[in-house]
């Protein structure tokens, strides 16, 4: 009978047998294990240490390849179909590049077609905006020019004559909150329209004043006003006033 490799007492074997084994702790036992030299080479421990080896040969495999796929995997698009990728690596008539190109460039020229109508569709909008911009400054210039000649107490038969000299001088100032008022850029700085038309009355613009004969006084126009007609709404005033002066003029900007 041959000696066992691992006991947990050693009381009943003979007293010669007893040095051949070595206490040890295996856990919260003591055992006593059979002290043997070059067991690897035992037949049956050999066996054991050899499909041992061929188990981690194969794990370490399976991992290299696993690592390989997962690889692959994390470069695909998430939109990747397998199906459609196999129809196309199938390709027609055996040349699978050629339709992967094919779709490439179909792609390509999706993409391009849809730069160039964002384009027009920013560049009409651009336009639209730019001429509702340079509306509502003609109209906050002449408006504002047009009531400060008319309160110094130009003609109102001369009162084209007199916007048209004057309308140069002046500039629209936008805000930051998006409020815009007329100013005239002088030496001294910037000055508001009235100061600057009373200035200007009171020099160059005198052949300007006075009132023309007719009933009332006002001329045929009536009102002291002139002929010329200022659109409705505030386009210098707060961001509900200029709102609402735009849609009046540019209702296609609504809703926009």
Known sequence: MGLKALLEKIDDLPE????????????????????????DNHPKVRGVITANNENKRKRDEYK????????????????FDADEWARLK???????????????????KAVEALKAKHAKDLADKD?????????????LIDGGLKDALLDVGVNPDLLDGALASLRGNVKVQKADDGSRSAIVETDLGDVPVTDFVKEWAGGRGKAYLGKPSGPGGEGNNGGGRGGIKVPAGDFGGDRDARTKAIANKFPELSGN
């Not at 290299?64 to 939109?79: G, I, N, T």
């Not at 336009?127 to 109209?139: H, K, P, Q, S, V």
């Open 64 to 79: 290299a390849k696993v690592d390989d796929l997962e690889a692959r995997v994390s470069a695909l698009p998430e939109d």
């Open 127 to 139: 336009a639209l905006i730019g001429e509702r911009d340079g509306y509502i400054d003609r109209t």
């Open 90 to 108: 199938a390709g027609e008539g055996g040349k699978p590049d050629e339709a992967i190109q094919a779709l490439k460039d179909q792609h390509a």
């Open 16 to 39: 010669e047998t007893r040095s051949l084994y070595m206490e040890q702790k295996a856990g919260d036992k003591t055992v006593y294990v059979l002290d043997i030299e070059d067991i």
